[in-house]
């Protein structure tokens, strides 16, 4: 099993939708949780933390469930300019090291 | 503020040859990352320095692969000989501090690499 998993997509949806990523994870010892934004040809930006406790950043979500190992992002009133592809990063040891899942593809059509 | 700085953008090399990257973290960071991106796939960590002393290289494949940030500023990335596989993006990160509590991670634009 990965140590971190995402599904690729792509996930086509209208302007306006409501989408939802997950991301699973297998190390139960995982301490910091992550999303970050990859536009096509760029590097990653973080886009948001995920705190125990859920967070929120405008139209965006993002929640942990520990129990069942997973994150999820959530994107409400999807925009054109919400494209690009969504990575989990998931922090484990004392190190800051970071491990990635392979991404999940957004695509926002008019 | 001044982001993460790395050159080349672009290489194309022939297999078996050899390649350099160089990165110029953001002032004051103290930990830096080299992360290797496969089309299609997450960024992979290589290796991690915290000044200029190596934290974690555990995924680096060091019989092809060098790196040093010898004045714990800039680093550089070595690929001798280059294999077909190494065909990436090869990105490079840095954080303020490292440790038990997270810190952000910045992102360089990355050295697009092809091995022909």
């Known amino acids: 099993r990965k140590e971190v998993e995402q599904d690729p997509g792509p996930f086509n949806v209208p302007e306006g939708a409501t989408v939802a990523f997950n991301c699973t994870y297998s190390?139960?010892?995982?301490?910091?949780f992550f999303w970050y934004r990859q536009d096509c040809r760029k590097e990653p930006k973080l886009l948001m933390s995920?705190?125990?406790s859920g967070n929120e950043d405008g139209r965006f979500t993002a929640q942990l469930n520990r129990a069942s190992q997973y994150i999820s992002l959530l994107i409400r009133d999807s925009k054109l300019s919400d494209s690009a592809t969504y990575l989990c990063?998931?922090?484990?040891?004392?190190?800051?090291?970071?491990?990635f899942g392979t991404g999940t593809q957004l695509k926002v059509e008019l | 503020e001044a982001g993460v700085a790395q050159s080349p953008r672009y290489k194309i090399i022939e297999k078996r040859q050899s390649v350099a990257f160089w990165c110029n973290p953001i002032?004051?960071?103290?930990?830096l990352y080299w992360y290797q991106q496969i089309l299609g796939q997450g960024p992979k960590l290589l290796i991690q320095?915290?000044?200029?002393?190596?934290?974690?290289d555990s995924q680096l494949p060091k019989d092809r692969f060098s790196a040093e940030r010898l004045k714990g500023v800039d680093s550089t990335l070595k690929i001798q000989p280059a294999k077909l596989e190494d065909s990436a993006v090869y990105l490079c990160?840095?954080?303020?501090?490292?440790?038990?509590?997270?810190?952000?991670?910045?992102f360089g634009p990355g050295t697009r690499l092809t091995v022909l």
């Open positions: 990160a840095s954080s303020y501090l490292a440790g038990a509590t997270a810190d952000t991670q910045y």
């Open positions: 190390n139960s010892a995982s301490q910091s």
């Open positions: 995920v705190y125990s």
């Open positions: 990063g998931i922090l484990t040891g004392g190190g800051n090291k970071l491990t």
């Open positions: 002032s004051g960071h103290a930990t």
């Open positions: 320095f915290q000044n200029n002393g190596v934290v974690d």
